[in-house]
């Protein structure tokens, strides 16, 4: 069994059956989280040395339980956890919530340690093997006590004599000339020769992740599971390890966009006034003009109809948030993104210069290959120098084969030709296709675009392809006039927006859904190659506004 990124959810390798009792987890709407003061951590033990029960996990020193109940059982009826947390009625502690979080640290814990100990058990059979029996010492033979000979029986060099020959020493040392070394010693020392023991060695980021202390981090993020509807036995490390990115990545973002918002509502009910400067807020964030309109008009409709307290406001607004992101993914025809199997899928990634296309390939390959997905890279980025050096880097990194032509200045056409005979005939199921970076004003350049789409319809009628945009979050509304202009040009059907974690923009994501009404399909929030995951609205909108 492995981890389908794409859907969220186990499944099994390539060549086994796929149950269908499994229902897929489609990223969507979900019920509202609970106020983070809820799963605070507070002051707690080690979680490390606690035991793996559930009950002698660290408890938060702020969450006893105002009735004196007890929490050990994460259900009333003490028979399984709940599968959703509702939101707490009350301004307290939500008690279920904490307990359901207790039962997942508990069990991942207990996964990693035996996955530890599954590891550490054939090293400490086979280094036992290899030990030797100790060898029987022979008795030791008497020896000979050896008469002392002339020359020990001389007088030794007093201290002056031994400072004059040390200082003769130096001296010969310090006037000999000096021998240069062999050229083929020095050669090794002018190049650089620890850089193929480098790039032998495994990226570290390539790491699996490991489960952290039980802290603020974890408990935001299995609270966002739970109010997804997953039970605690079904969330997996690599959904906590990822939300704790993506919250870290949308720091810049959230540090500027929350403390307006919470200084613009303050401890009072909403008010008309107050609707201006959280348009001011908005629109510093780049969240565009129609988006931002969207939010202040059905806020007003609120207002009109009840006062609405400053909770409220933003519970409301995570809602409207949510929306706006939803609906182009649920106006496409396939609003899940993902490769589809005992098929050929073939993935464009188009751009301009400097979005990040390459290396956002080089992480979908990574994705789909731990998804159990065959995959296939065609390195059709032929005018950029060593591109297709970087494209077979990230192949060798996941282990991907690269269809490339040496020649410089190729037919991107021509490598893309290639690259879809060669997965047909090994029955790969997903082409990610590398392109050349342009700029979205280049007539020529988009016409070899519209070269490459035909060469795939041509030769896999078949394939389901999709045209991906790769845009950096930091170029905020320039990405946005890039979306709308490849949109026109080169037939989009989803966008990837990247480098969430170096920018404070990213409310550019609400602005492409919005104006150029483009579904987000994945998101990059680092530079790991595990920094890119499907995008999910309900988990961006609460990481953008955690805190």
Known sequence: MVFDWFRRKA????????????????????????????????TENDPAAAPRDQGALPEPASSPSPDGASRDDPSPDGDAPPAAVPPPASGGVDQDTLAWAREAYARLKAQQEAARSQTEAPQVEAQASEVPEP?????????????????????????LELAAAQRAERQQALTAPTEEPPPEAAEPAAGPAPAPAASA???????????????????????????????ADEVSLEEIDWLGRLRQGLEKTRRGFVSQLLETLGDDPLTPELLEDLETTLLRADVGVSATDQVLEALRQRLNQEVVDPAEG???????????????????????LVPERDRLN??????????????????????AVRSGYSCLIAAADTFRAAAVEQVRVWGDRSHVPVIANPSANADPAAVVYDAIG????????????????????KHNLMEELAKVRRIVDKLAPEAAVESLLVLDASQGQNGLRQAMAFASAAGLTGVVL??????????????????????????????????????????????????
């Open 11 to 42: 499944a099994p390798a390539a060549g086994q059956d796929v149950p269908p009792s499994e229902a897929e987890v489609v990223p969507g709407p979900a019920p509202e989280l609970a106020t983070e003061s809820a799963l605070s951590p507070g």
């Open 135 to 159: 060898a029987r010492r022979p008795a030791p033979e008497p020896t000979a006590v050896p008469e002392p000979s002339n020359a020990e029986l001389a007088p030794r060099p007093s201290l």
């Open 201 to 231: 060695a495994p990226p570290a980021d390539a790491a699996e992740p490991q489960l952290g202390a039980f802290d603020d981090t974890f408990t935001w993020s299995v609270e966002v599971l739970a109010a997804q509807g997953r039970a």
């Open 314 to 336: 933003i519970r409301f607004l995570k809602e409207q948030l949510r929306g706006i992101l939803e609906r182009p993914i649920q106006e496409s025809d396939r609003p899940l």
């Open 346 to 367: 073939v993935w464009l990634m188009v751009g301009v210069n400097g979005v990040g296309k390459t290396t956002t390939l080089g992480k979908l390959a990574n994705l």
């Open 422 to 441: 060669a997965a047909r005939a090994q029955g790969t199921e997903l082409v990610l296709v590398d392109t050349a970076g342009r700029l979205q004003t």
């Open 498 to 547: 990247t480098k969430l974690d170096g920018s404070a923009r990213g409310g550019v994501a609400l602005a492409v859904a919005s104006e150029a009404g483009l579904p987000i399909r994945f998101i990059g929030a680092g530079e790991g190659i595990r920094d890119l995951r499907p995008f999910n609205s309900f988990e961006f909108v609460e990481a953008l506004l955690s805190g």
